[in-house]
């Protein structure tokens, strides 16, 4: 329970000064109260700040940086959503860190880190090497105040449906390191009236530049109104998703809910 794990393994620790934090992010919340991640998240972050810095009599910074794990993979042949929107609610729904709600914050990307066949369950991968050093790129950019160094993947800046055409243009702010065509790490969701459901449809990519991918939406015979990528508990094999900067570092997941 949330107050045994905060009075056994928190509290106690409150007195002591605190550089920063790493959090290695668990399963649990995919299954329980899943919604609220995006709230109880920056939540716990906030008040561990105000109760550290409290507790040691200002010793600890009260905007002390942490630095996140983004969840793993669990099951290559989940169909639900729960590890995707977990890991979109871990960055307060703004899909990377730090941002507006969570400053001075850096997370880690690992979905691309599977191991189905890890003697620890898949749920447990074993390279922790490419997540300590993803994380200690945030760590030297954002606690050490290092200037100029990458430490965060490419993420959309722009996105501009071609409707003729059924095509789908996604622009980045970094240069991209292009690992492979995908049909289905790209989806795309349909409708014909701004009040009905969509449907998720895969968008296939097929073409890229150093820093547009182009995606094509045949499936779609309404509105392209809503994006997504990498919107699975597996999306791709091990360092093998599609997209990474020349650094290594992955395309974080994301979700775009209002394409014009």
Known sequence: MPSVLWDAMIHPLLN?????????????????????????????????RRAFHAGSDGQTRPLFPFGFVQLSTFRRQRQDDRF?????????????????????TFM?????????HSP???????????VAYRLHLGAR?????????????PYPTKVVVDGARALVNVTYG???????????????CCSRRAQEPCQWVPAPMVSAS?????????????????????????????????????????????????LH
């Not at 959090?23 to 998240?41: H, I, R, V």
């Not at 620890?120 to 490419?130: E, F, V």
């Not at 950019?141 to 993947?153: I, R």
């Open 16 to 48: 002591m000064s605190l550089t920063g934090v790493i959090w290695y992010q668990g399963e649990s919340n995919a299954f329980t109260n899943t919604d609220l991640y995006n709230c109880t998240f920056p939540a716990l972050i906030a008040d561990w």
């Open 84 to 104: 995707p929107r977990i890991r979109w609610h871990q960055t307060a729904d703004y899909g990377y860190a730090p941002n507006k709600r969570m400053p001075n």
């Open 108 to 116: 880690a990307v690992a979905l691309d880190l599977c191991d189905e």
């Open 120 to 130: 620890y369950g898949s749920i447990h991968p074993r390279d922790k090497q490419n």
């Open 141 to 153: 950019a954002v606690a050490y105040g290092e200037k100029g160094l990458v430490f965060q993947g």
């Open 174 to 188: 970094q240069e991209l390191l292009l690992l492979l065509m995908h049909d289905r790490v790209f989806e795309v």
């Open 210 to 258: 150093s820093h547009t991918v182009t995606l094509s939406s045949p499936g779609c015979r309404a509105a392209v109104s809503r994006l997504r990528y990498a919107w699975a508990d597996w999306p791709c094999e091990y360092r093998m998703c599609p997209l990474y900067n020349k650094h290594l570092l992955p395309a974080p997941p994301f979700v775009i809910d209002s």
